[in-house]
């Protein structure tokens, strides 16, 4: 048990479907984020909400859509989404985000397949 | 450009110590975080450094110095569990985490 729950653990999709990805945190954190993670690379960071308020878009394709209703849940609407997308993507939370030692506390990620 | 390098994979053997080197050029520094990734779950937190020195925790000890861009996880008396990606990440100036690509760790029997 994480403490970031994330659904589904896989998920294949054509590139004309729409699709949601969900994740809820357990943890009484105010910040959670959506990464990108591909193999042999860096993390990318594609939003950060804080306090349910959108403060990180890094330059996100539009096909890739968040939602943040309350603290403790976060969305990722996938839309028209191309292979290249085929990636696994990792939810986190943790303390508000900017301070400087709260770590992340991670789910166990959504290995999508875009065909 | 904001870097962080560390090596793609190593190997060692059960029982033994491993080093993990981890060299960062960023843009501010306000702390340095590893974490422990087995294939297909969740990154886990494992250490933060902000000073320099060594912060030891059980089996594990992270190292830093600031002075020279450069972290090193070190993993004493090795299992086979110990078998993970280990990520390392370096908070810049405005707070932002960069991170490296991971060194996947192979422990031999």
């Known amino acids: 048990e994480t403490g970031v729950t994330q659904t589904p653990r896989h998920l294949v999709m054509g590139m004309t479907n729409k699709k949601s990805l969900k994740c809820e945190q357990h943890l009484g954190h105010n910040a959670m984020y959506w990464y990108k993670q591909s193999a042999k690379k860096p993390l990318e960071l594609m939003f950060v909400y804080n306090f349910k308020e959108q403060t990180e878009n890094n330059s996100v394709p539009s096909r890739f859509s968040p939602e943040c209703p309350n603290s403790s849940h976060l969305f990722l609407h996938l839309h028209t989404l191309q292979p290249e997308d085929s990636a696994l993507y990792l939810c986190?939370?943790?303390?508000?985000?900017?301070?400087?030692?709260?770590?992340?506390?991670f789910g166990n990620g959504t290995r999508l397949t875009v065909t | 450009g904001q870097n962080i390098d560390q090596p793609t994979e190593m190997t060692a053997t059960e029982g033994a110590i491993v080093q993990i080197n981890c060299t960062y050029q960023t843009s501010g520094f306000n702390g340095l975080f590893w974490y422990q990734q087995h294939a297909g779950e969740a990154p886990t937190f494992l250490s933060y450094n902000v000073l320099d020195g060594l912060e030891e925790k059980g089996r594990f000890s992270s190292f830093l110095s600031r002075s020279k861009g450069y972290s090193y996880l070190l993993l004493k008396e090795l299992q086979m569990k110990d078998s993970a990606s280990y990520l390392c990440a370096v908070k810049d100036s405005n707070y932002q985490l960069i991170w490296g690509a991971g060194t996947k760790l192979i422990i031999k029997p």
């Open positions: 986190a939370s943790s303390q508000a985000s900017g301070t400087g030692s709260s770590p992340l506390h």
